[in-house]
Each structure stands twice: as C-alpha cells, then as structure tokens.
C-alpha cells in the first residue's frame, strides 16, 4: 500500500493533470460499483422478504450510507476493497439457506454483469475509437481483445492508464476519453466482484460458503469475526493478496474479453 501512495504522489509530481484526471475517473468508478453492490444486496434481501435495508436507508444511490472509509482508502490505492455491510435479518427470509446465499451472491452477481455490460460497451466504442486499418490488422491476427483486455498491456491498457502515445491510432480521441471510463468500469467490478468471493469474514464468499457448503456451521462470535476482520485488513493493505487476486482477475478478464471480441 505504502508504495501505492508513494507513486500516486510521485505521479502528482511528475503529471499533475493526468494524475487527477485518472483519480477522479477511479473515483466514479469506484462510487458507481461499491453502492450498486450494496444496492443489490439490498434490494434481493427485500425480494425475499427482509425489510431491514430498506427501512434503514440503505436502498440508495447516495455514497455516504455505503462507503467504508479504509475499504475506500484501500480500494483508490490497491483496487480492492469493501464498504459498509448492508444489514439484513435472515429471520425474515422466506427460505432461510435459499434466500441467505442469493442475498450473499447479489453483490457479486452486479459487479460481474456491471463488468460483462462494461466489456461490450467497450468493445462496441472501439469500433468507432481506433483506425480501422489497425481494427483490421487485429482482427486478422485474431487479437480484437488488445482493445479490451486491459491485462494484455498493450491498446487497451494504454487507455486505462490514459497513456496517449497509442492515440496516433486513434480515430476519434473524444472516443477514447469514453472508452477509458468503461474499461476502468469493467475492470474494478470485475476485480470487486472476485475479492468479495474470498471465503473469508465479513465478505461475501464467507456467507456463501457459511450457507451452501457448511450449512451454518461455520458461524463465529463477533470477537473471533472481528478479529478475523482486523488480520485481514493487515493482509489487504500490505498488499500480500496483490499478486493473486491480479492472477485471477487476469484469467478470467482473458475468458470474458474471448467472447465479447466477436463484437470488435
């Protein structure tokens, strides 16, 4: 993490604008999936029966009832992090085990077809955003994901980190400012979406696993979950998680960015 801020400040330094720039793009983003994630798990919860969201004002778009500020902090920095769990009383579920794993994969669920959405977006700008001579060479080498897959480094990754020595390329630079949005979009929902399926307490692949393989079994005392949380928080902002999540993330971006390309 502490490299995070060193070259965030450094990048101030060196490209103030740019760096503001992509800081207020990172912070749509990040304001646009953390509260449609919470949104959704509160709105399935009431689907099925438990108010409790609702009736505490968590069914809205306004970020102050949502944002957690260190899984803020850490998801500007690190590109994950979490915000305030949505409250939910499984007393009032229909289906106690059916509705506590839909109420617990809801999040997810969002991030990933915010992200999938995000992908064809892209994939339809780009058509109209790069030269059609470079569209063209690409897609007859079969390598139409470049636009899209910002784990590739090359023409996709150029636009996520607004590096505009690939905008020669370009037939539309006004595109292109679009097309950044939406690959930063695709690409942190993506990233939420995978670190909230950790098995590991207060996120959501805990609940999952808790329900569907366990049964409830592996319910703990808050004072064991809240110590459980604060080792976490240790290993998320040392950044020990980095490599993996980004490993992950990577593959399945790849799968995703081979079945959206057709569309390039």
Request: contains cysteine; aromatic residues 10%.
């Amino acid at each position: 993490m502490f490299s995070s801020v060193t070259n965030f400040f450094r990048d101030l330094t060196t490209d103030p604008a740019g760096t503001i720039i992509t800081l207020l793009y990172v912070t749509v983003c990040i304001l646009f999936s953390l509260i449609i994630h919470e949104c959704a798990h509160g709105w399935v919860a009431l689907k099925c029966g438990d108010p409790t969201a609702q009736m505490m004002g968590r069914l809205t778009l306004d970020p102050r009832k949502h944002l957690d500020p260190l899984g803020t902090v850490c998801m500007l920095l690190l590109r994950v992090g979490w915000a305030k769990p949505v409250p939910i009383n499984p007393r009032n579920f229909r289906n106690y085990r059916r509705d506590y794993i839909l109420v617990s994969l809801a999040g997810i669920a969002a991030n990933l077809l915010i992200c999938l959405a995000s992908l064809v977006l892209s994939a339809l700008l780009s058509k109209g955003a790069w030269q059609p001579e470079l569209l063209e060479t690409l897609r007859e080498q079969g390598n139409t994901d470049l636009l899209i897959n910002v784990y590739k480094n090359r023409f996709a990754a150029a636009v996520y980190n607004g590096m505009f020595n690939y905008y020669p390329f370009a037939a539309s630079t006004g595109l292109m400012y679009v097309l950044r949005l939406f690959l930063m979009l695709a690409q942190m929902n993506l990233g939420l979406a995978i670190f909230n399926l950790l098995p590991v307490p207060p996120l959501d692949g805990y609940r999952f696993l808790d329900q569907f393989v366990f049964k409830g079994r592996l319910a703990m005392n808050p004072q064991t979950m809240q110590m459980i949380h604060m080792i976490f928080m240790v290993i998320c902002i040392s950044g020990a998680l980095s490599g993996l999540l980004s490993t992950v993330n990577s593959a399945v971006m790849g799968a995703l960015c081979s079945v959206v390309r057709v569309i390039i």
